[in-house]
């Protein structure tokens, strides 16, 4: 009963705090992305980098500066990382290898952060604070940008303008996400989250026995990590580790910090559209699978007939620190998969076939509930156009949505976006049992052996990052095959949603009739949540009823 009550404070809490931050920061999201007046910071950076700060891009040119900054991103961390043992606070390090230093520079970049590697005994200082930390901010605000960049289209009219990618990126940076991850790096810090640079250190164990580890400027990192829901740990336990995650509070708090910006940026898409309803109807939509997903994933782990230890262990305890408990692993193991995050607190692996399942049902379902910072809301807008046309179909009238019109071509958009992930997922992970080498990295065999092939490929082809951790993917083939698959599952869909923008900003706005679908009501909301139910369900079944469903009825 006291587990019970404590899991639901920290829920109504987590609530509480979201609510309370829905409109001050989506509209300070709103005024950062608006605002025609230039700090004398951003004024520097913008002449520095020789920027036109007050000359807007078409979405063709948007594209072009989103990939350029990306593959410079990806070319310097992986320079950085294969020449760290030549860098200062490299702690004795070796170069990362070849292979699983284009897996991290691309996992870093795309804001996935999946890692094969153990961070405490693989990457020094400075290529921690450096080169993965100063990527958890850009790729991050690379997110928000296209989102931003997407709103415009459906805000502007007889232009193909959809703002200034190098304007927006330093606005997110320095405005929004330095100032909060400070502040919220004091705050982890507070609650005994490591902040130094400290090499190695002895520490004795509860047996008795020694262990070393490093120190290092983890708060500063876990800040960002949640905050711009990059995931990636300093440790290779990630949120789970004390150095990380040391208490009850300090977990909340992180939880916070994944959900808060996406679930704000509906506020900033109904600011900027001028009709706040409608943001209000796109934040509904995110809660209501949210709420539901907590629901399902909490309910296995607490009441799971698989083990009778569980039970006398008041849950599923396999794979789940004491300090933490069912509750908030499972309440943190869904925000992490419903956002773009990955960091986790509990090992995945080890949770039920139905927990585990949603699990991997949540990041199918393209983390938009509410999804990473920027790509949960271009991800879920995508959806509505597509919701809005299905509606049209039912009663015979064309599209619209936010006065647009829903054509040909926006339809094709839509379609080539909600198809790229499904085929990087489905296509990665048959190729990979196709193959007895990638088989034999399977830690277990059947169903779930399977299950862990599946997450891994819907982690890092929906920019998740998180793992079942039962599959030995530090191999040349895993981290080629999902660096790719990162790559591809980040910028082809940013690359239909920058050409959707553009193609509505060229549209005149349509005045709304007695026909319109209005879709800033509970109607929109139902139907909205209906159709990505049944899209991802109907993509995804099969998979799904050969690896944790089919588990699950063993």
Not at 324 to 334: E, K, Q
Request: net charge neutral; charged share 10%; with cysteine.
């Amino acid at each position: 009963m006291d587990d019970t009550l404590a899991g639901w404070l920290q829920i109504l809490a987590l609530i509480g705090a979201l609510a309370l931050s829905f409109r001050p920061l989506g509209d300070g999201l709103a005024r950062c992305l608006t605002t025609t007046r230039h700090l004398r910071i951003e004024r520097a950076v913008f002449r520095a980098g020789g920027v036109s700060a007050d000359t807007d891009q078409s979405w063709a040119a948007y594209v072009r500066a989103v990939l350029a900054f990306s593959l410079v991103s990806v070319l310097f961390l992986y320079a950085f990382q294969r020449l760290q043992n030549h860098l200062l606070l490299s702690l004795g390090m070796k170069p990362v290898p070849p292979d699983q230093a284009f897996n991290t520079a691309a996992s870093f970049v795309t804001n996935t952060n999946w890692q094969s590697y153990a961070g405490e005994s693989t990457m020094g200082h400075l290529v921690q604070m450096a080169g993965l930390a100063v990527q958890n901010f850009v790729s991050a605000a690379v997110g928000i940008s296209v989102v931003a960049a997407l709103v415009r289209g459906f805000t502007r009219k007889h232009t193909d303008r959809v703002g200034n990618f190098w304007v927006d990126l330093t606005r997110i940076v320095l405005r929004v996400l330095l100032p909060l991850s400070f502040l919220f790096a004091l705050a982890l810090v507070a609650t005994g989250v490591v902040q130094n640079f400290h090499g190695l250190q002895t520490l004795t164990t509860i047996a008795g026995d020694h262990q070393s580890l490093p120190g290092g400027p983890v708060a500063s990192q876990e800040a960002i990590k949640e905050l711009g829901t990059n995931g990636g740990g300093f440790y290779n336990a990630n949120s789970a580790h004390p150095f990380e995650n040391p208490t009850p509070f300090s977990d909340l708090l992180e939880i916070y910090l994944m959900l808060v910006i996406p679930f704000a940026l509906p506020r900033t898409f109904g600011t900027m559209t001028g009709d706040r309803r409608q943001g209000y109807a796109i934040v509904a939509v995110m809660a209501l699978i949210w709420a539901g997903s907590v629901a399902v994933v909490t309910a296995n782990e607490l009441h799971s007939v698989s083990s009778s230890a569980g039970h006398a262990a008041g849950g599923m305890m396999e794979g789940k620190e004491q300090r933490f408990g069912v509750w908030a692993s499972a309440l943190f193991a869904v925000s992490t998969t419903l956002t773009s995050c990955g960091a986790v607190n509990a090992f995945h692996d080890s949770f039920t076939p139905g927990g585990g399942g949603m699990l991997i049902f949540d990041m199918m379902l393209g983390e938009i509930a509410p999804g990473g910072v920027g790509s949960g809301l271009y991800g879920i807008l995508v959806l509505a156009v597509v919701a809005v046309f299905v509606a049209g179909l039912m009663v015979g009238r064309t599209p619209e949505y936010l006065g647009k019109k829903l054509g040909s071509r926006e339809i094709k958009f839509a379609s080539l976006y909600i198809l790229t992930t499904p085929a990087l997922v489905l296509v990665g992970a048959a190729v990979a049992m196709a193959f007895p080498g990638e088989r034999a990295a399977m830690t277990n065999s059947g169903p779930h052996g399977f299950s862990e092939v599946l997450y891994a490929f819907t982690s890092a082809a929906n920019n998740n990052g998180s793992a079942f951790a039962g599959l030995q993917v530090n191999t040349v083939w895993y981290n080629t095959a999902l660096g790719l698959t990162m790559l591809l599952g980040r910028f082809l869909p940013m690359v239909f949603v920058l050409a959707l923008a553009g193609s509505l900003a060229r549209q005149r706005p349509v005045p709304v009739t007695a026909g319109t679908l209005p879709t800033h009501r509970p109607q929109f909301v139902g139907l909205l949540t209906g159709v990505i139910l049944i899209v991802v369900g109907l993509t995804y079944f099969p998979a799904l009823a050969l690896g944790p469903l089919a588990e699950g009825l063993h």
